[in-house]
C-alpha cells in the first residue's frame, strides 16, 4: 500500500505556471501524473523512475517537467505555458513495476493514486 497526497493546484491564465507536488509514505519505482477533465477519460501526463528516467504525454512536452526527490518521496510536476486544455483533476499515482529503468504513462501500470489537485486555467 501506498498512501499519497497532492498539493499545488489552483487557478491561472493562459501562459501562466503551476508546481504540483506529491508525497508519498514509500518511495516506489515508477510515479506518475494523470489527469482528467469533465467529460473525458483520464490521460497520462509524465511518470518518472527512482533513477530519473522520465516519460511526457505529447500533449505536454516542453511546457511540463517530472522531477523527484527520492530522499523525500516526493514527486513534482512544473507545468508552464498552461493552456485552458489543461484544466483538469490532476491525479498523483505509483507503481512498484518499471520497464527496463523506466515508467509509462499507462493507467493499468499504477495501483495506488492520490485524490486530486484541481488546476484550472482560464483564457
Known amino acids: 500500500q501506498v498512501q499519497l497526497a497532492e498539493a499545488g493546484g489552483g487557478s491561472v491564465q493562459a501562459g501562466g505556471s503551476l508546481r504540483l507536488s506529491c508525497e508519498a509514505d514509500?518511495?516506489?519505482?515508477?510515479m506518475a501524473w494523470f489527469r482528467q477533465a469533465p467529460g473525458k477519460e483520464r490521460e497520462g501526463v509524465a511518470a518518472?523512475?527512482?533513477?530519473?528516467?522520465?516519460s511526457y504525454a505529447d500533449s505536454v512536452k516542453g511546457r511540463f517537467t517530472i522531477s523527484r526527490d527520492n530522499a523525500k518521496n516526493t514527486v513534482y510536476l512544473q507545468m508552464d505555458s498552461l493552456k485552458p486544455e489543461d484544466t483538469a483533476m490532476y491525479y498523483c499515482?505509483?507503481?512498484?513495476?518499471?520497464?527496463?529503468?523506466?515508467?509509462?504513462?499507462?493507467?493499468?501500470?499504477?495501483?495506488?493514486r492520490g485524490q486530486g489537485t484541481q488546476v484550472t486555467v482560464s483564457s
Open positions: 499515482a505509483a507503481a512498484w513495476v518499471s520497464y527496463g529503468g523506466g515508467c509509462r504513462t499507462v493507467r493499468t501500470d499504477y495501483n495506488y
Open positions: 518518472i523512475h527512482t533513477g530519473g528516467a522520465t
Open positions: 514509500k518511495n516506489p519505482y515508477c
